[in-house]
């Protein structure tokens, strides 16, 4: 296949695009800059502008792009952000789709397991209904800008977990491990749904022959995990104490919204209808995603 990646140079994209090439796929990567090779197309998303002519030419389109869920604190203005890149970088796309010739058959769409909201007592599935707060509101308004790709291509909102690699909320955590001063978070019994780098990149590239879906799939791990799981074996496999907790109050105070969307709402999110679909995750708990995490080579710092 030849498929037009946004967002390519990110945590996830670029895994994604050496994976796909590895497949024997073509791959043309979105840049914010002139194009100066065939495998680049240039577009501006925060203006609405992109060579709508490029989508003739690619059989899929894959849309990483959006600010990062990881940057803190929220500030208003930077919440404004999280929302705006979703939104426009997505309808750029879905815009230019529905004016090409022949539109793309399949278009992949990153969105996140924030739709579900704080939701401690449920386990939740793609037919879940959506949660409340900020988060829940960005990830509807977001699957929403890609349901407005054409009728004929096969579209699919992919809802990300914790991704457990070297990049995203991760990368700080391991941080803070590094130096000795993780700990607890809140209570610690916050069901994270977590889904390993490794993992992540696999079921996006199983999404693009999945003929038979569409519209929202979870990509979280199949064993449910608390934070204090996952954190204290990170800290337990790096040699590092585990003896720092962060209470709610002190989280919310430093982190505000943040802190109550990301690191302390509970979401028991299970993949059924990836599962379903016959996909196999090769990190099958959250402690074989940390190991192998642990074990890759660090990713370097641009």
């Known amino acids: 296949m030849r498929i037009l990646v946004a967002g390519a140079s990110g945590f996830i994209g670029s ?10 796929h073509e791959v043309v990567r979105l840049v914010r800059r002139r194009a100066e090779s065939a495998d680049e ?50 309808r750029t796309l879905a815009d230019a789709m529905r004016k090409a010739r022949r539109p793309p058959a399949v278009f992949l769409s990153a969105s996140a397991v924030g739709v579900y909201g704080d939701r401690p007592a449920e386990t939740l599935t793609e037919s879940s209904p959506a949660g409340a707060g900020f988060l829940a509101d960005v ?56 889904i390993s780098h490794h993992d992540e990149v696999r079921a996006i590239e199983h999404l693009l022959d999945a003929s038979s879906l569409s519209g929202p799939v979870n990509l979280a791990g199949p064993t449910p995990a608390t934070a204090d799981r996952i954190m204290s ?10 003896a720092v907790p962060a209470p709610e109050k002190l989280l919310e105070f430093a982190l505000g919204t943040a802190a109550d969307e990301l690191l302390l709402a509970s979401q028991k999110v299970r993949p059924d209808r990836l599962l379903a679909d016959g996909f ?17 080579p660090r990713v370097p710092v641009r």
């Open 15 to 24: 895994t994604l695009v050496a994976r796909l090439g590895d497949a024997g």
């Open 41 to 90: 197309a240039a577009w501006s998303p925060a203006a609405g502008i992109i060579d709508f002519t490029v989508m003739d030419r690619v059989d899929a389109v894959v849309n990483l792009s959006g600010a990062s869920l990881a940057h803190l604190p929220w500030t208003k203005r930077y919440r404004a952000e999280i929302l705006s890149s979703r939104i426009t970088a997505t």
């Open 139 to 194: 990830v509807e308004r977001w699957e929403r800008a890609a349901s407005l790709a054409p009728d004929e291509t096969r579209t699919v909102t992919f809802r990300s977990g914790v991704v457990l690699g070297d990049g995203g909320a991760m990368k700080r955590i391991r941080t803070l491990t590094r130096f000795g001063v993780a700990g607890r978070l809140g209570t610690g019994g916050q069901h994270w749904p977590w």
């Open 233 to 242: 074996h990170l800290a337990e496999k790096m040699r590092r104490p585990y």
């Open 280 to 296: 196999r995750f090769d990190d099958e708990t959250c402690e074989d995603a940390i190991d192998r995490m642990l074990s890759e």
